[in-house]
Nanobody, 123 residues
Protein backbone atom coordinates (compact mmCIF):
# COMPACT_ATOMS: atom_id res chain seq x y z
CA UNK A 1 0.00 0.00 0.00
CA UNK A 2 1.25 3.45 -0.92
CA UNK A 3 -0.12 6.66 0.55
CA UNK A 4 0.26 9.92 -1.33
CA UNK A 5 -0.05 13.40 0.17
CA UNK A 6 0.02 16.46 -2.06
CA UNK A 7 0.98 19.95 -0.92
CA UNK A 8 1.93 23.29 -2.38
CA UNK A 9 -1.33 24.32 -3.94
CA UNK A 10 -2.78 27.78 -3.52
CA UNK A 11 -3.85 30.93 -5.28
CA UNK A 12 -1.59 32.79 -7.69
CA UNK A 13 -1.95 35.42 -10.37
CA UNK A 14 -1.56 34.54 -14.01
CA UNK A 15 2.09 34.39 -14.97
CA UNK A 16 3.13 33.24 -11.53
CA UNK A 17 4.61 29.96 -10.35
CA UNK A 18 3.84 27.22 -7.86
CA UNK A 19 5.59 24.02 -6.94
CA UNK A 20 3.51 21.04 -5.94
CA UNK A 21 4.95 18.24 -3.86
CA UNK A 22 3.70 14.71 -3.40
CA UNK A 23 5.14 12.82 -0.47
CA UNK A 24 4.71 9.06 -0.50
CA UNK A 25 4.89 6.36 2.13
CA UNK A 26 6.51 2.99 1.70
CA UNK A 27 9.95 1.72 0.82
CA UNK A 28 9.36 1.04 -2.85
CA UNK A 29 8.91 4.55 -4.18
CA UNK A 30 11.75 4.05 -6.66
CA UNK A 31 9.79 1.27 -8.38
CA UNK A 32 6.77 3.45 -9.10
CA UNK A 33 6.14 5.59 -12.11
CA UNK A 34 4.56 8.82 -10.89
CA UNK A 35 2.05 11.09 -12.51
CA UNK A 36 0.19 14.32 -12.01
CA UNK A 37 -3.38 14.76 -13.13
CA UNK A 38 -5.83 17.62 -12.73
CA UNK A 39 -9.56 18.11 -12.69
CA UNK A 40 -11.26 21.43 -13.27
CA UNK A 41 -14.87 22.07 -12.23
CA UNK A 42 -17.28 20.40 -14.61
CA UNK A 43 -14.50 18.64 -16.50
CA UNK A 44 -13.02 15.16 -16.51
CA UNK A 45 -9.71 14.41 -14.86
CA UNK A 46 -6.87 14.91 -17.32
CA UNK A 47 -3.24 13.92 -17.56
CA UNK A 48 -0.66 16.61 -16.82
CA UNK A 49 2.76 14.97 -16.52
CA UNK A 50 4.46 11.67 -15.76
CA UNK A 51 7.91 10.51 -14.77
CA UNK A 52 9.28 7.00 -15.00
CA UNK A 53 10.86 5.02 -12.21
CA UNK A 54 14.03 4.41 -14.24
CA UNK A 55 16.10 7.01 -15.99
CA UNK A 56 13.82 9.93 -15.31
CA UNK A 57 11.88 9.68 -18.56
CA UNK A 58 9.12 12.27 -18.64
CA UNK A 59 5.99 13.05 -20.61
CA UNK A 60 3.79 16.14 -20.60
CA UNK A 61 0.36 17.03 -21.83
CA UNK A 62 0.48 19.54 -24.66
CA UNK A 63 -1.14 22.41 -22.69
CA UNK A 64 1.67 22.38 -20.11
CA UNK A 65 4.70 21.59 -22.25
CA UNK A 66 7.42 24.16 -21.77
CA UNK A 67 5.78 25.52 -18.60
CA UNK A 68 5.61 22.59 -16.15
CA UNK A 69 8.43 20.36 -14.99
CA UNK A 70 7.99 17.04 -13.21
CA UNK A 71 10.82 15.65 -11.11
CA UNK A 72 11.38 13.14 -8.36
CA UNK A 73 13.69 12.67 -5.40
CA UNK A 74 13.84 8.99 -4.56
CA UNK A 75 15.80 9.68 -1.38
CA UNK A 76 12.86 11.75 -0.12
CA UNK A 77 10.11 9.58 -1.62
CA UNK A 78 8.73 12.72 -3.20
CA UNK A 79 7.65 13.82 -6.65
CA UNK A 80 7.35 17.46 -7.64
CA UNK A 81 5.53 19.52 -10.22
CA UNK A 82 7.07 22.91 -10.91
CA UNK A 83 4.44 25.06 -12.60
CA UNK A 84 5.58 28.25 -14.31
CA UNK A 85 3.80 30.87 -16.40
CA UNK A 86 0.51 29.78 -14.92
CA UNK A 87 -2.68 30.52 -16.81
CA UNK A 88 -6.28 30.87 -15.71
CA UNK A 89 -7.05 27.59 -17.44
CA UNK A 90 -4.57 25.78 -15.17
CA UNK A 91 -7.04 26.24 -12.33
CA UNK A 92 -7.96 22.78 -11.05
CA UNK A 93 -7.49 20.25 -8.31
CA UNK A 94 -4.17 18.55 -8.91
CA UNK A 95 -3.72 14.90 -8.05
CA UNK A 96 -0.59 12.86 -7.64
CA UNK A 97 -0.68 9.17 -8.62
CA UNK A 98 1.61 6.14 -8.49
CA UNK A 99 1.83 3.21 -10.89
CA UNK A 100 3.87 0.14 -9.99
CA UNK A 101 6.63 -0.34 -12.58
CA UNK A 102 4.68 1.56 -15.22
CA UNK A 103 5.15 4.78 -17.10
CA UNK A 104 1.70 5.89 -18.12
CA UNK A 105 -0.41 8.82 -19.19
CA UNK A 106 -3.84 7.30 -18.56
CA UNK A 107 -5.48 7.49 -15.16
CA UNK A 108 -6.62 3.86 -15.31
CA UNK A 109 -2.97 2.76 -15.28
CA UNK A 110 -2.33 4.20 -11.83
CA UNK A 111 -2.71 2.18 -8.66
CA UNK A 112 -2.70 4.83 -5.95
CA UNK A 113 -3.95 8.40 -5.72
CA UNK A 114 -3.59 11.34 -3.40
CA UNK A 115 -6.44 13.48 -2.14
CA UNK A 116 -5.58 16.42 -4.36
CA UNK A 117 -4.51 20.00 -3.86
CA UNK A 118 -6.30 23.05 -5.21
CA UNK A 119 -4.55 25.42 -7.60
CA UNK A 120 -6.35 28.64 -8.43
CA UNK A 121 -4.98 31.06 -11.02
CA UNK A 122 -6.54 34.49 -11.25
CA UNK A 123 -6.40 36.43 -14.48
Amino acid sequence: QVQLVESGGGSVQAGGSLRLSCATSGRTFSTYGMGWFRQAPGKEREFVAAIGWIGGITNYADPVKGRFIISRDNAKNTVYLQMNSLKFEDTAVYYCAAASRRFATTSSSYDYWGQGTQVTVSS
